[in-house]
């Protein structure tokens, strides 16, 4: 299964050579003493992806960071952009409902007060009711 990936099993002395195929493309290879085997990017890439989605589902730092990174490099294009293609992002919703909790914690401080305040209106009410009942 791996030999798709990697091509034949690479060992002893490595060195990247650039040269190009029958076809006339450009293709790299690992030449191995006189054994030429060809890189494939693709598996390089998968690699990295699982590595650093691990990465990011492990540690809460490290996916900061690439957060942070992503956010600036579509900031250069235009910052439009980059809140349109962050928007959905579970970061972004995050720092949306932690603000939205704020606001109702405030909310929530206020109308705690206000009936603190009418609860004490009520209870001397009470109180001036009862003494000129009697």
Not at 41 to 66: E, K, M, Q, R, Y
């Amino acid at each position: 299964m791996w030999g798709f990936f990697f091509g034949r099993s690479v060992s002893c002395s490595v060195h990247q050579v650039t040269g190009r195929n029958k076809n006339g493309r450009k293709t790299n290879w690992v030449d191995t003493e006189n054994r030429r085997t060809q890189v494939n990017p693709v598996a390089f890439s998968l690699v990295g992806l699982v590595a650093t989605n691990v990465a990011t589902l492990v540690s809460d730092s490290f996916h900061d960071v690439l957060y942070t990174g992503l956010r600036k490099v579509l900031t250069i294009g235009e910052d439009v952009m980059a809140s349109r293609l962050m928007q959905h992002s579970p970061t972004t919703r995050l720092s949306k409902v932690q603000a939205a909790a704020g606001e109702l914690q405030t909310k929530n401080t206020a109308l705690t007060k206000e009936l603190n305040g009418i609860h004490a209106k009520h209870g001397t009410a009470a109180k001036s009711l009862g003494k000129s009942a009697k």
